[in-house]
């Protein structure tokens, strides 16, 4: 039994860190699905720990899941995300501590020299009231010196200038001082818990030999998204209309994606998987409030109507049910449709995507559509006649709600915007002003 227990132990082996790649990414309207690659040795059979860092804070820890293959008969343990905290600067933490006991005599000597301009500016008072009454003394006895007052007068004046300098330089002083004091509390604080590094994430292989495994790593990161544009041109002579869509992608998840394979999803994973449900109303037979008459009740008002009640009653009911208000690559992507009838682009090649909030504009595909022109004119408003296309999308793609972009040749003409538009549903777009055509109106 020992024996068996001693080559147990000697078949776990150390914690081994695994550096990984992010590999793809699926992007949704309000966030994304990172997926991150790594290529793990196996010295020996048994049971191993392996741990993969550099997870972002953004990373949501409900949603990893680990997937991989191998050789040697591999299992997979389940996945643990661990808090990575830098540990704290003990040296930074000393100075600051040093600092603040420092900031806390100053300010306790500041009030003191505050406290002492407030005693010389009560003993000059008392000298200008000395000074008054002995004034009113000599006016009325006859004899006065104004030389003397005079001067008095000049000394208290200058006096107390120089108090009131002093006591704006104290409170800009300890104005400042306070707000120092802040920041090294709230840096000190930081500090204390050590820098966020984000997620690590740890798990287990146990492999029957030793071998080699390809993982994936897969989560979703809050702080990114994507949006839908779209370039429109109209082409009076083919009568076509052509339409490049766009997805504008965001992110500032504390990761860079670079070389990374981008999918833009329409799927909404914020909305959750169940459905609203309604609150019951419950409705009962209004049963009428009787009022006794007394001499209290004499003099006041009737009561209110059951009309009233009920009409105040329905007013609650609505107002509690109220429901709350660079660089672009021109191709193809692939559209996949998925559970749920949302869809997948899959665009081609593999781009960078910096983590800096920048817009990053990638050519989902580029249509032509047979249009029937009209045109639109308002001779009391304007002077001039207005193209209007009107096609069908035929594409394999829904034409998501976004901004359109005007143009008529190379010249941009002004923004318009759609809202979302099935496959084989009909499409109207104003674009823009026809020179050729002159409107006048005549009363």
């Known amino acids: ?32 699905t990172v997926v991150r690659k790594a290529s793990i040795t196996i ?13 972002p804070p953004s990373a949501e820890p409900s949603t990893v899941r680990l997937s991989g293959s191998g050789t040697g008969g591999l299992v997979f343990g389940a996945v643990q995300m661990t808090k990575n ?51 009113t003394f000599e006016i009325r006895s006859g004899s006065v010196n104004a030389q003397s007052y005079k001067q008095t007068f000049d000394f208290l004046e200058s006096e107390l200038s120089g108090l009131a300098d002093r006591q704006v330089a104290f409170a800009k ?8 004091r802040t920041r090294l509390q709230r840096e000190r604080q930081n500090l204390g818990y050590g820098q966020d590094k984000g997620y690590i994430a740890s798990f287990t292989i146990k492999s029957a030999s030793a071998g080699k495994a390809d993982v994936e790593l897969s989560y979703n990161v809050r702080n990114a998204g994507w949006t839908p544009s779209y370039d429109a041109r109209a082409d009076s002579e083919t009568g076509k209309v052509e339409l490049i869509y766009y997805g504008q992608v965001k992110q500032r998840t504390g990761e860079d994606w670079k070389r990374v394979q981008v999918t833009l999803s329409t799927s909404r994973p914020a909305l ?16 009428p409030i009787t009022y006794s008459r007394s001499a209290k009740t004499a003099g006041a008002a009737p009561p209110p109507s059951p009309m009233s009640y009920a009409t105040d009653e329905l007013m609650m009911a609505d107002m509690a049910f109220e429901p709350e208000p660079e660089e672009i690559e021109y191709s193809s992507a692939e559209a996949v449709t998925s559970g749920g009838g949302s869809v997948n682009f899959e665009i081609p090649g593999r781009v960078d995507i910096p983590a800096d909030n920048s817009l990053k504009k990638l050519s989902v595909g580029i249509f032509e559509f047979d249009m029937k022109e009209s045109y639109v004119a308002v001779p009391k408003i304007s002077e001039f006649a207005y193209l209007r296309a009107k096609f069908t999308n035929d594409s394999d793609f829904p034409l998501l709600a976004g901004t359109v972009s005007i143009f008529q040749g190379q010249n941009y003409v002004g923004e318009s915007r759609t809202n979302f538009v099935a496959q084989g549903e009909e ?16 009363i």
């Not at 000597?109 to 406290?115: G, P």
Request: charged letters at 30%.
């Open 272 to 287: 959750g998987a169940r459905a609203p449900e309604l609150d019951p109303w419950y409705l009962n037979v209004y049963e």
């Open 427 to 442: 499409m109207e777009l104003s674009m823009g002003v026809v020179e050729a055509i002159k409107v006048e109106r005549i």
């Open 173 to 180: 002083l300890e104005r400042e001082l306070k707000e120092e």
């Open 1 to 32: 039994m020992r024996k068996f227990f001693l080559l147990g132990l000697l078949a776990v082996v150390s914690l081994m860190a695994v550096s990984s790649s992010i590999d793809r990414v699926v992007v949704f309207p309000d966030r994304a």
């Open 85 to 135: 905290y830098e540990p704290p600067d003990s040296g930074r933490l000393a100075e600051i501590e040093e600092r603040l006991k420092v900031i806390e005599d100053e300010l306790t000597a500041l009030t003191q020299r505050r406290q002492a301009l407030e005693i010389q500016r009560a003993y000059l008072s008392s000298i200008g009231d000395i000074s008054a009454g002995s004034a």
């Open 43 to 55: 010295p020996s059979s048994g049971e191993h720990e392996f741990e993969i860092e550099g997870i």
